[in-house]
Every structure is written in structure tokens, then in C-alpha cells.
């Protein structure tokens, strides 16, 4: 596979756009999605607030 034909199928399949190539599971909620992102933010911050006692 050359990377002329890779760049090719790229361009194609960018360029299509259609709802079976969006990215987006049905099963995926925006909202869910956020706040465990914000919950594991947090408890990363916890930890290492946790470290730096001396300050």
C-alpha cells in the first residue's frame, strides 16, 4: 500500500461524511461522558494535592 492510495482512502472517507462513519455511538452520552471526565479530573487533583503537603 503506497501512501498515495492511503492518503486517497483518507480523503474519501473524510470526505463522506455519513452517519454509519460520524464517530458517534448511540450508547454514548454527552452528559455522561463529561462528568466522568470531571470526576477522574478531580480525583487526579485529589491525589496529587495529597503529595504536596509540604506546601
Not at 463522506?16 to 454527552?30: F, T
Request: aromatic share 10%; net charge neutral; hydrophobic share 45%.
Amino acid at each position: 500500500m503506497s501512501f498515495h492510495s492511503t492518503a486517497a482512502q483518507f480523503v474519501t472517507l473524510a470526505s463522506e461524511g455519513g452517519a454509519e462513519h460520524s464517530g458517534n455511538h448511540q450508547s454514548l452520552s454527552p452528559y455522561v461522558t463529561g462528568i466522568g471526565a470531571f470526576i477522574a479530573l478531580m480525583l487526579l487533583l485529589w491525589i496529587t494535592t495529597r503529595f504536596n503537603r509540604d506546601r
